[in-house]
């Protein structure tokens, strides 16, 4: 069988040393298929990703009923949870929980202009690495083009947001109220750093989802560009 034909001319991004390269690595096939298709079809299946995965965390219980990415409750405070409970106070600690969720989930939806960016700035060698690659290359990608700035997002408005969803409030009664407890050791835990890095990893992780989806279910590749593109790595 013939190698993949790809119109680099029309480019003229890569030097025939590279396109060497970049073919060596790509599978046997018959299809014709441009570089520019297959960085058109790893954007979309970024995209859709962004689109029906992150946006799920956004909606009201995104986070806080779904148990893959759940914000639990850091080590140091879990002996604030437990010790409320055994005196009572187990409402006031749910709603600890679930504010912090709140938080989280208002947060993301600064998420995906920042993924937008990403996104428009993918070279092809950045498409050629993510569709030859393991069944999360697309996600690391974006972890890798992202995370500061999401973090950099993120952070203020989960303080804003604090406020907002009434975090801030309950969490200053659970703290006072722990402190208050004779004996215990005292907290006081940098709620915003830690929801900040929490919404993160669940929104990088409903990615990874919806791209294993894109990988290995044929009938997710809703159009006909993402079955072209996702028919090369089916073949390495």
């Known amino acids: 069988m013939k190698k993949i034909v790809f119109t680099f001319v029309a480019f003229g991004l890569l030097s025939c ?5 970049v073919m060596a690595q790509l599978p046997q096939g018959t299809s014709v298929l441009s570089q520019g298709e297959i960085g058109n079809g790893l954007k979309e299946a970024l995209n859709n990703g962004i689109s ?11 986070f806080f009923k779904n148990e893959a990415v759940k914000i639990l409750l850091p080590d140091e405070l879990k002996a604030v949870d437990k010790k409320l409970r055994q005196i009572g106070m187990g409402k006031l600690a749910d709603e600890g929980l679930k504010v912090i969720n709140r938080a989280a989930e208002d947060a993301v939806k600064e998420a995906t202009p920042i993924f937008v960016d990403a996104v428009k700035q993918m070279t ?4 050629k690495n993510i569709l030859m690659g393991n069944e999360s290359s697309a996600t690391t990608y974006l972890q890798n083009t992202t995370s500061t700035a999401l973090y950099a997002k993120f952070n203020p408005v989960i303080k804003n947001s604090f406020t907002k969803v ?4 309950v969490w200053k009664e659970i703290i006072t109220k722990y402190n208050s407890i004779p004996l215990v050791k005292k907290v006081n835990p940098d709620l915003t750093d830690y929801t900040t890095n929490k919404a993160m990893e669940g929104v990088f992780k409903m990615i990874a989802v919806e791209e294993k989806e894109i990988r290995t279910n044929l ?12 028919a090369l790595q089916d073949k390495k």
């Open 52 to 62: 029906k995965q992150v946006s799920k965390l956004t909606a009201t219980d995104g």
């Open 166 to 169: 009434g975090a801030d409030k």
């Open 219 to 230: 009938a997710s590749r809703s159009s006909d560009l993402l079955k072209k593109v996702f």
């Open 124 to 127: 092809f060698t950045d498409a």
């Open 17 to 21: 040393a590279e396109m060497q390269q």
